[in-house]
């Protein structure tokens, strides 16, 4: 299976070029070598591939009840992300990978973003989200995780001390 880098993800992995320690050019080239895409079939797909060394520092952690956690909307995006001030990066040895199928050719995926990180789920206000299973799943996982607070990527203007999107918590209770 072949995965095709568009110009909207190089732009896209701008952004995570610094949280890996190993070229993530270089890691999606040894995916595809090793076969690791070969069994890909749905239209969207979210791989994780776990290496044996570090490849990374994962941006998105487990939070704690001390943490301080604000929402703001990060540069380019127009949903609220939860984010943690004063904690670092972590470590980790897998990539996930986000995929969507050519539509003109079953053997090529375009490449979305990728990143280094254990799991992931999708932002609580993504327009992506297709049920109200998954919308609990991506509202359970934002409760005790956030992203690293970085100005560097967030628009200033946008910070909130309080969850924006409540309202999706009653939605699904």
Not at 156 to 161: E, H, N, R, T, V
């Amino acid at each position: 299976m072949k995965v095709i880098i568009s110009n909207n993800a190089k732009k896209h992995m701008k952004v995570h070029e610094t949280d890996f320690v190993v070229n993530w050019k270089e890691l999606l080239k040894k995916c595809e070598i090793e076969g690791k895409f070969d069994s890909l079939n749905k239209s969207f797909e979210i791989v994780k591939i776990e290496f044996e060394y570090n490849i990374g520092y994962c941006k998105c952690i487990q939070t704690k009840p001390e943490d301080e956690i604000v929402f703001a909307k990060r540069t380019g995006r127009e949903i609220y992300s939860r984010l943690v001030k004063n904690r670092r990066a972590e470590l980790v040895k897998s990539i996930v990978f986000i995929l969507n199928k050519n539509r003109n050719n079953d053997e090529e995926y375009f490449l979305i973003t990728a990143f280094p990180a254990s799991q992931s789920f999708k932002e609580p206000e993504d327009l992506n989200i297709k049920s109200k299973n998954e919308l609990k799943e991506c509202l359970q996982f934002w409760k005790g995780h956030a992203l690293i607070y970085d100005e560097n990527i967030i628009d200033i203007d946008s910070i909130k001390d309080y969850c924006p999107y409540k309202n999706l918590y009653i939605a699904v209770a």
